[in-house]
C-alpha cells in the first residue's frame, strides 16, 4: 500500500521527506533518551491525552486490544497510573530501576494527514537488573501529532519480536 502524504505535513521534494524523517528520528530518540534516564514525568508529557499505549502478546502480534489478550492496553489515565507506580517503591520488580539502554533504527514515516503522522520503527531495548541481561527486540507503530512545541503520541504500539519473554516472563519497564 503505498503512503499518502498531505502537502501541509509531508511535501513531495525528495529533501523535505528526509528533513521530516529525521524530524521524527530525532523525537524518537529524545524520548528512548528519557525512558533510559528514567524521567517518566518528562516521557507521560509527550502523550495527547486521547493517547492510547498497546503491546500485544507475543503470540499474537496484530492482536487487536478489544478482543485479544494483551501485555498492555492503556489510555492515558492508565499511564499516568503506570508511571506513579513505576516510580514508587510499589513496583517491585522496578525497584531499583532496571539499567536500560534502548537503540531505535529503520525510522519511517508511512502515512501523513492533516496533523498527523502514522510512523514505524524498530527497537532493541537491553535490560540490566540483579545481574542479569534482557533483551527486547520489537517495532513501534506510531501515531503522532504535530503541535507547536513538536510532536506528541497520539498512539503507541509496540510489538515484541520474541517468541516469548525471558524466564521472568516479566515486562515491568516501559518498552
Same mark, same amino acid.
Given at each position: 500500500?503505498?503512503?499518502?502524504?498531505? *502537502?501541509?505535513?509531508?511535501?513531495?521534494?525528495?529533501?523535505?521527506?528526509?528533513?521530516?524523517?529525521?524530524?521524527? /528520528?530525532?523525537?524518537?530518540? /529524545?524520548?528512548?533518551?528519557?525512558?533510559?534516564?528514567?524521567?517518566?514525568?518528562?516521557?507521560? &508529557?509527550?502523550?495527547? *491525552? *486521547?493517547?492510547?499505549?498497546?503491546?500485544?502478546?507475543?503470540?499474537?502480534?496484530?492482536?487487536?486490544?478489544?478482543?485479544?489478550?494483551?501485555?498492555?492496553?492503556?489510555?492515558?489515565?492508565?499511564?499516568?497510573?503506570?508511571?506513579? %507506580?513505576?516510580?514508587? +517503591?510499589?513496583?517491585? %520488580?522496578?525497584?531499583?530501576?532496571?539499567? =536500560? %539502554?534502548?537503540?531505535?533504527?529503520?525510522?519511517?514515516?508511512?502515512? =501523513? @494527514?492533516?496533523? /498527523?503522522?502514522?510512523?514505524? &520503527?524498530?527497537?532493541?531495548?537491553?535490560?540490566? +537488573?540483579?545481574?542479569?541481561? *534482557?533483551?527486547?527486540? &520489537? @517495532?513501534?507503530?506510531?501515531?503522532?501529532? +504535530? =503541535?507547536?512545541?513538536?510532536?506528541?503520541? +497520539? @498512539? %503507541?504500539?509496540?510489538?515484541?519480536?520474541?517468541?516469548?519473554?525471558?524466564?521472568?516472563?516479566?515486562?515491568?519497564?516501559?518498552?
Amino acid at each position: 500500500m503505498e503512503p499518502q502524504m498531505s *502537502d501541509t505535513l509531508m511535501p513531495q521534494t525528495t529533501h523535505d521527506r528526509l528533513m521530516l524523517r529525521l524530524e521524527v /528520528e530525532e523525537f524518537l530518540i /529524545e524520548e528512548a533518551a528519557i525512558l533510559d534516564e528514567w524521567r517518566l514525568d518528562d516521557w507521560i &508529557a509527550l502523550f495527547t *491525552d *486521547d493517547a492510547t499505549y498497546v503491546v500485544p502478546s507475543t503470540n499474537l502480534n496484530d492482536g487487536d486490544p478489544t478482543k485479544d489478550l494483551t501485555l498492555i492496553d492503556d489510555d492515558r489515565l492508565r499511564l499516568e497510573w503506570r508511571v506513579k %507506580r513505576l516510580k514508587s +517503591r510499589h513496583a517491585h %520488580r522496578e525497584y531499583p530501576w532496571s539499567r =536500560t %539502554r534502548r537503540l531505535v533504527t529503520n525510522v519511517r514515516v508511512l502515512e =501523513t @494527514r492533516d496533523d /498527523e503522522l502514522d510512523i514505524t &520503527a524498530s527497537i532493541l531495548v537491553h535490560r540490566f +537488573r540483579h545481574g542479569r541481561q *534482557d533483551h527486547f527486540v &520489537a @517495532r513501534y507503530l506510531m501515531t503522532l501529532v +504535530r =503541535t507547536d512545541d513538536g510532536f506528541l503520541i +497520539r @498512539r %503507541r504500539r509496540a510489538e515484541i519480536d520474541q517468541e516469548r519473554l525471558s524466564p521472568n516472563g516479566a515486562l515491568s519497564m516501559i518498552l
